[in-house]
């Protein structure tokens, strides 16, 4: 399989302007954005397990764009801006097909906040749930993967747990013995999310979001 990778810019509503890096492979079925943590304790596009995730989605026909947010800080409100604007971006430059969203710690918050509607899925990696104030609606519109460091100080497991129970369509992945900062487990929480998106994928050959399908919530836990 080949993969173009390509350095993009693009502009949000608010005239704010972004780049990233697109990875596309040869036949697309899918794109995907993946939203970086927490600008102001040094998060950016290059972070591991956001390099992880980027890299992991073409291999299984998904194009990827990672992104940084917005140089001055804006709470989540203008990082929603940006998330949305690659998600247009992504779209007009590979097409409209079944498209997902997936971030990691505070990325994974700017996803949460999203409308979902118009997604096939999210990813939520070490999302802070427990400390981070809420998003008013859960991701009703749309399947999700939430994978949770069993050790993380942010948002364990049991916090997560009850959180989680009411979402539709959702599966928990604990990784054992990891914290939130998921050191050395890029690769696993990578292969988890790769199998989780392969599974939403349309048959090969069609690229277009499919009605969609009822599955049960559920939970798993991934060793280490």
């Known amino acids: ?7 993009v810019g693009f502009t949000t509503t608010d005239g704010v302007a972004s780049h990233g890096d697109l990875a596309v492979p040869t036949e697309p079925r899918a794109v995907a954005i993946v939203c970086h943590p927490h600008p102001l304790h040094g998060g950016d596009r290059f972070h591991p397990v956001v390099t992880a995730l980027h890299e992991v989605l073409p291999t299984i026909g998904v194009a990827s764009l990672r992104f940084d947010f917005r140089a001055d800080f804006d709470g989540g409100a203008g990082e929603r801006l940006n998330a949305r604007a690659a998600l247009d971006e ?41 400390r981070a104030e809420l998003p008013d609606s859960s991701p009703a519109g749309t399947g999700a993967l939430v ?9 364990p497991p049991d916090v997560v747990a009850p959180i989680t129970s009411t979402w539709p369509d959702t599966t928990v992945e604990v990784v054992e013995s990891a914290d939130h900062f998921l050191t050395g487990r890029g ?13 939403r994928l349309p048959p090969a050959g069609l690229s277009g979001r499919g009605p969609r399908r009822s599955r049960p919530s559920r939970r798993r836990r991934a060793s280490g």
């Open 147 to 155: 994978v949770v460091a069993e050790h993380d100080r942010f948002a």
């Open 1 to 7: 399989m080949t993969i173009d990778v390509t350095t």
């Open 187 to 199: 690769a696993e929480v990578a292969s988890r999310t790769a199998e989780w998106v392969a599974g």
């Open 90 to 130: 992504v779209t007009r430059r590979v097409g409209r097909m079944a498209t997902f969203a997936l971030g990691y710690s505070f990325g994974a918050m700017v996803v949460l906040g999203l409308d979902h509607h118009d997604l096939e899925g999210i990813v939520l990696v070490a999302p802070p749930l427990g």
